[in-house]
């Protein structure tokens, strides 16, 4: 009898478990997921390209299951490229969840935004998903791994990638380059201010 | 009586997670450090928060007109402040509506390592019509031990004391009714 009862609340105790677990988990946070690498060094690369000349142009797959190609935005739509070292890493679990309220911003200036990682497709999907729905294409560069990185210059030595904004004109051609310190989010304001100055 | 130990044994595992932040809540009221903000520029803002001085000056939040304040710690770039926006909004107008004929409960947002830039964006996109002040350099954010974003800190302001913290809310509040009616509790007349 006393077998019984003991299993019984056993049963108990494992149901509870599973419940609390799971609330626990519906109120898990992008946060508490973040891999925080500590302090890293500002810049680990050098630039490839340079303002004025043609984006070296590339084709990766996205996250929403499609192939996207820079130049064929040329002749319609100006493209910010936003390359992050990482998933799943402080700065940038917030850099584009900040871009996603600021879409407005992009549209008044006929710009649209491409989101880069060198992050395979399964991570990214998983990333994304805990950031929200975005509303601009995220796109992996993981295989050949970096290479559209390494193209414009912004592979860090480690494999990341720099905290890099490209700001190409719809001609294709380069009109302005932010390579952050990887640790600090450059502000929106000088987003918005370099892509009002594009042509 | 191995029985009787392993239940016991059981019991009390299951519900020590519930123990802990009981005793940590056990830590409030603790003093609100003193912060200083600038009288902002907004006319209704600065009704709003009781301010005489020329804008642009500096203030102490325990100046700030009310019986109890809460201060918003939220980050334009933070995905749950965004989500957390409208329930915030709620919370505000319940606010006004209970401090009509109850004490006086106002909200105030700070921006952190936020530009004065982006928190405008922010207050823009949700329509946020309670003052929010930028935290650029994170300085009130760490004077406030904050942890993370968002993060709702109510304070007593008037008790004839010195101002302290009577609550703390890590991330978002599932009722913004349960969320006033906690902190008029903890922050009213003791």
């Given at each position: 009898?006393?077998q ?17 677990g ?51 935005y ?5 493209v910010?490229?936003s ?7 402080p700065?940038?679990?917030?850099q584009?969840?900040?871009y ?10 006929n ?10 497709i ?13 509303w ?5 560069d ?13 592979l860090?030595s480690?494999?990341t ?11 294709g ?7 952050s ?19 | ?32 450090p ?16 009781g301010?005489?001085g ?30 957390e ?38 207050r ?5 019509a309670?003052p ?9 954010f ?38 006033l ?10």
């Amino acid at each position: 009898m006393r077998q019984k009862i003991f299993l019984a609340v056993i049963g108990i105790f494992l149901d509870l478990a599973v419940v609390v677990g799971n609330g626990l988990a519906a109120n898990d946070t992008l946060h508490d997921s973040i891999y925080n690498p500590g302090h890293l060094k500002p810049v680990d690369s050098s630039l490839n390209v340079a303002v004025g000349e043609p984006a070296p142009d590339f084709s990766l797959p996205s996250v929403a299951g499609r192939e996207v190609t820079l130049s064929q935005y040329r002749g319609k739509k100006k493209v910010v490229l936003s390359f992050v070292p990482a998933a799943w890493t402080p700065v940038c679990s917030d850099q584009w969840p900040g871009y996603n309220i600021s879409r407005k911003y992009f549209e008044e200036h006929n710009a649209i935004l491409l989101g880069i990682t060198v992050d395979n497709i399964p991570t990214l999907h998983a990333w994304v998903r805990q950031m929200g729905s975005l509303w601009f294409d995220v796109l992996s560069d993981f295989w050949p791994h970096g290479r559209v990185a390494d193209a414009y210059g912004v592979l860090r030595s480690d494999g990341t990638a720099e905290r890099a904004l490209f700001f190409i004109d719809t001609e294709g051609v380069i009109r302005d380059i932010v390579v952050s310190d990887i640790n600090v989010r450059p502000p929106l304001e000088e987003v918005v201010a370099k892509l009002a100055a594009m042509p | 009586m191995k029985y009787i130990v392993l239940y016991l044994v059981l019991v009390v595992s299951l519900f020590l997670p519930f123990f802990v932040p009981a005793a940590e809540k056990a830590a409030m009221p603790m003093p609100l450090p003193e912060l200083v903000l600038e009288v902002p520029e907004n006319p209704r803002h600065k009704e709003y928060l009781g301010l005489t001085g020329k804008t642009g000056t500096d203030f102490s939040i325990r100046d700030i007109d009310a019986d109890i304040l809460v201060i918003e710690l939220f980050s334009m770039y933070c995905p749950y402040c965004q989500k957390e926006a409208p329930a915030v909004n709620e919370l505000f107008a319940k606010m006004r509506e209970i401090s009509k004929n109850g004490p006086v409960v106002k909200i105030i947002g700070l921006g952190v390592a936020n530009s004065q830039f982006e928190v405008d964006h922010f207050r823009d996109t949700y329509e946020i019509a309670f003052p929010l002040f930028a935290d650029e350099d994170k300085t009130m954010f760490r004077a406030l031990a904050g942890e993370g974003t968002p993060t709702f800190i109510g304070c007593r302001l008037k008790d004839g004391e010195r101002p302290v913290i009577v609550l703390r809310q890590n991330g978002g509040f599932a009722s913004s009714a349960t969320f006033l009616h906690e902190l008029i509790d903890k922050g009213g007349p003791q």
